[in-house]
Nanobody, 124 residues
């Protein structure tokens, strides 16, 4: 079992930056690939970014490439999502997830554990 708690969400203006954090507990963090997903009001949950257990492999949705960076600190059991150049369309609830495997996967069904989410709102 893995428990995940996200933090760092908030309200920011277009072009601003935020860093989301996800603290994991309950199991060996470095065994898991980790990912970030988001869900905007009235829309389905979508993949944002993923990172392998080692941090050497990452995967991004086209909509965030070049603006968002995923990273992890296995010593702190934490994964991060640094977001720059935020746009109103980035407004959503952001969820951290731990994968069933160690790779950086963008497939939601390959994630076994999910956090409760943190809200990000980008004003125009």
């Amino acid at each position: 079992q893995v428990q995940l708690v996200e933090s760092g969400g908030g309200l920011v203006q277009t072009g601003g930056s935020l860093r989301l954090s996800c603290a994991a507990s309950g199991s060996t963090f470095s065994n898991y690939g980790m990912g970030w997903f988001r869900q905007a009001p009235g829309k389905e949950r979508e993949f944002v970014a993923a990172i392998s257990w080692s941090g050497l492999s990452t995967n991004y949705a086209d909509s965030v490439k070049g603006r968002f960076t995923i990273s992890r600190d296995n010593a702190k059991n934490t994964v991060y999502l640094q977001m720059h150049s935020l746009k109103p369309e980035d407004t959503a609830d952001y969820y951290c997830a731990a994968a069933r495997f160690a790779r950086a996967t963008d497939v939601p069904r390959e994630y076994a554990y999910w956090g409760q989410g943190t809200q990000v709102a980008v004003s125009s």
